[in-house]
């Protein structure tokens, strides 16, 4: 048997802030009203209590020292002092004087003792009061239909006479007023709940808006246009969530524009050499000696595909923040290292002439990628034994300290208009660099690329300068600290080591 879980109804953001705002206020204005209510009524109780007490004590000390107003002497009898003293008296509200003298009240004065008058036997008088006046306790509390009823009894003792004077302070009018109030406030507290839920709601829907704008756009976001962004407003933390989206919609679309750069880039590079390797496939001779010379066409095209595919994605990852792995690298040691690669790329009269020394932050075999690369090319457009001389070096130009690698062919030269974008992909110039046969200098035009891209990646640029008749000079330009020597020896630091190396075999 399939048991189905109940699944409450979806309810939107804003409307459960709003509700949630809705039940915390109406909690929090139970609980003061409840608390407010709570200590109204014991203020009642204890302003009550007060009054009969202080009553009490007027009446013990009227006793002790009142005279007879019409013979200024003392009181005959008790009955005398009794309606004498309430005759005196103002009385709060709520309260209530009655005298009674051998079970009949000689005299009552009050809210409670509206129908009682001077011989009304004490059988005759309200429940409350009848219960009072019978009552062997000298104070306390009666729960009345119109509420509680604060009273005191004091026996008094005049020569042989015993008379009772009850005193009593009724809450209800206290009550009632409080009822009134609480009334009063649960309508003020009903309005401000509904003023409440009008506000919440508005400032919910303020507060959410910047989280349906990243949902608009994530909606209106597809795999062909990345280039929506989400509005930011403020420094709040819904802006920087909105920052953080955008943020990553930007690596989104890094990450897209290099896949869709690359995918265009092998699908226009690798249309040229698949057409060639299918024609003459289809057009494969019987005869050996054709169809050998097809398959070495056919391998060093599929050689050059494969030489574009790897220069793509180079150029790929170079677009990825770990494309370099910088470390502290001795320059000297470097410069050595690459000066002994480059002997085998060509027969020419390579001359190592500078040497940078000290220790610097970079990718060592990133760094050996891109000066292989400026080598490579210029073989490809140098002849057997032209010289080409190259160095490392340590300079102050105006961004600052610099790491410089440079190399200087015999070649023809670059032009001006080639120099202007010659570090672009697939631009190979438009003849100005010629002399060597096409097919030394056939490829795709991306190894300048890539040197361009491994100097950006270590913060630095690219450059070339050529002079016409003395050939190019390619280089790649780096930030770098110059070491201090200045402290320990007190001269100047020597950073470059100039050298007269002979042309190599």
């Not at 409450?8 to 909690?27: C, D, E, H, K, Q």
């Not at 949902?215 to 802006?239: E, F, H, M």
């Not at 970079?362 to 000066?371: N, S, V």
């Not at 490809?380 to 300290?401: A, F, H, N, W």
Request: negative net charge.
């Amino acid at each position: 048997m399939t048991r189905r879980r109940f699944r409450f109804p979806t309810l939107s953001a804003r409307l459960r802030i709003t509700g949630w705002i809705l039940l915390t206020t109406a909690v929090a204005l139970v609980a003061v009203s409840t608390t407010a209510r709570s200590i109204s009524q014991l203020e009642i109780a204890q302003s009550a209590n007060e009054a009969v007490t202080q009553e009490t004590q007027e009446f013990v000390r009227f006793a002790e020292t009142g005279s007879n107003p019409r013979t200024g002497g003392p009181f005959e009898t008790v009955a005398d002092l009794l309606r004498q003293y309430i005759h005196r008296q103002s009385l709060t509200t709520g309260e209530s004087l009655v005298a009674i003298v051998d079970d009949t009240v000689v005299s009552a004065e009050g809210a409670s003792t509206a129908s009682v008058e001077a011989g009304t036997p004490v059988s005759a008088l309200s429940p409350p009061l009848r219960e009072v006046a019978n009552a062997s306790a000298t104070s306390g509390i009666t729960a009345t239909s119109d509420g509680a009823l604060h009273w005191a009894r004091i026996e008094v003792t005049f020569g042989a006479q015993n008379a009772t004077l009850v005193i009593t302070q009724a809450t209800d009018q206290a009550v009632a007023s409080l009822q009134r109030s609480t009334l009063a406030m649960a309508w003020v507290g009903l309005a401000g709940l509904v003023l409440t839920c009008g506000i919440a709601w508005l400032v919910a829907g303020q507060i959410l808006k910047p989280i349906r704008q990243v949902q608009r756009v994530a909606q209106d976001i597809s795999t062909k246009d990345l280039s929506g962004r989400v509005p930011v407003n403020g420094n709040d933390d819904i802006a920087a969530v909105a920052t953080t989206f955008n943020l990553m919609l930007d690596r989104l679309q890094a990450i897209h524009d290099t896949q869709q750069r690359f995918v265009d880039d092998a699908g226009h590079e690798l249309r040229t050499p698949i057409t060639i390797v299918r024609g003459h496939l289809e057009l494969l001779s019987e005869d050996p000696a054709e169809r050998a010379a097809t398959l070495r066409l056919v391998d060093s095209e599929l050689a050059r595909m494969g030489r574009i595919v790897s220069d793509l994605l180079v150029l790929a990852r170079s677009e990825q923040p770990n494309f370099v792995n910088p470390a502290e690298v001795e320059l000297t040691e470097l410069m050595l290292d690459i000066e002994a690669k480059v002997q085998v790329l060509g027969d020419r009269r390579w001359q190592l002439v500078q040497i940078a020394e000290g220790e610097q932050v970079l990718d060592a075999q990133r760094i050996t990628q891109a000066f292989l690369q400026l080598a490579t090319n210029a073989v490809q457009y140098t002849q057997p034994g032209d010289k080409i001389r190259m160095g490392s070096s340590l300079e102050v130009d105006d961004c600052g300290q610099i790491l410089r690698f440079w190399i200087h062919d015999s070649g023809p030269g670059v032009s001006q208009a080639d120099a202007a974008h010659i570090f672009e992909r697939f631009e190979r110039g438009d003849g100005h660099r010629s002399g060597t046969s096409p097919h030394e200098r056939a490829g795709a035009g991306l190894g300048l690329a890539i040197v361009r891209a491994i100097a950006h990646a270590h913060g630095g640029s690219a450059w070339v300068s050529s002079t016409k008749g003395d050939g190019a000079r390619f280089g790649i330009d780096l930030p770098a600290e110059f070491p201090d020597r200045s402290e320990s020896s007190g001269e100047e630091p020597a950073t470059t080591i100039p050298l007269h190396v002979l042309p190599s075999a």
